[in-house]
């Protein structure tokens, strides 16, 4: 059965840049089966309506502002599979998903997969957050995704389980592992609650006291990974990787499943 990632995605510099977070990214390659399709949650493409993408070459979205221009001519020409993404909205209408071929794939998206992927040749289509803070809304949305595992379709959600732009202390940009104390004891909390696959309070995240609290000011990051815990099951191996806090108030903390 095809392995399933939650990735912390962090900076959209992590596109361009040769940092130990894109290098992770480059080696996964090597340890999964080659998908037919990819489906991937990203942080940055919420909607009030769970939609997903029905374009046959999704766009390269630049979803973000200040960053070096090279970034900005960054494109990953990746195909779309319209005929797959129909199936699968048919498959959600319990969730009343809808195609969906305004949006394209944004940085949360291209910026990790143009590392694993870089010829840009397997088709990927996005799928969209609902505009909901019930987690267990993603959860039960992501148990409807398990199947796709077998179809050999390789699912990432993409976000950050610690993501508070507003304490960001930029001056340790280059500081490895540089974690506010609040930071590091809710980076713990959440590992051993994945390890430990606490479903309920993953789900009930909003419950999980105050240095989760100050983790996810708002939750949009941290979503993409339930979807993730909903796609995996109780027999898939756990591994955590580049678990690493960023600038005091990110992690770049990944889940792999399986």
């Known amino acids: 059965m095809m392995p399933i990632f939650f990735i912390g995605h962090g900076s959209p510099m992590n596109a361009i840049l040769d940092t130990e977070f894109s290098r992770s990214w480059s080696e996964l ?37 200040g960053f070096p221009k090279e970034l900005f001519e960054v494109e990953y020409p990746v195909p779309g599979d319209k005929e797959y993404s129909l199936k699968i909205a048919d ?30 040749e397997i088709p990927v289509i996005q799928l969209s957050i ?51 104390d609040w930071a590091i004891r809710a980076n713990e909390l959440f590992k051993s609650l994945i390890l430990s696959r606490e479903e309920e309070k993953l789900i009930n995240y909003q419950s999980l006291g105050k240095d989760a609290n100050l983790a996810m000011p708002t939750p949009e990051h941290f979503l993409p990974f339930l979807y993730i815990l909903g796609a995996s099951t109780v027999d ?14 990110l992690n770049m903390t990944s889940v792999r499943y399986g």
């Open 130 to 180: 609902k505009n909901t803070t019930d987690g267990r809304y993603h959860f039960e949305l992501g148990k409807a995704l398990h199947y796709l595992r077998e179809q050999n379709v390789l699912i990432l959600g993409s976000g950050n389980l610690i993501h508070n732009l507003g304490l960001v202390d930029w001056s340790k940009m280059h500081h490895p592992n540089f974690g506010y």
């Open 236 to 249: 898939d191996p756990v591994q955590i990787f580049n678990d690493q806090l960023v600038m005091g108030s």
């Open 29 to 65: 390659k090597e340890t999964i089966p080659k998908p037919k399709a990819i489906l991937c949650i990203s942080a940055h493409w919420l909607t009030h309506q769970t939609s997903i993408t029905s374009n046959e070459f999704p766009p390269t979205i630049h979803d973000f502002g």
């Open 91 to 120: 498959d959600l209408k319990s969730f009343q998903c809808k195609p969906d071929d305004s949006w394209g794939l944004d940085h949360g998206t291209w910026s990790i997969l143009k590392h694993i992927y870089p010829k840009a």
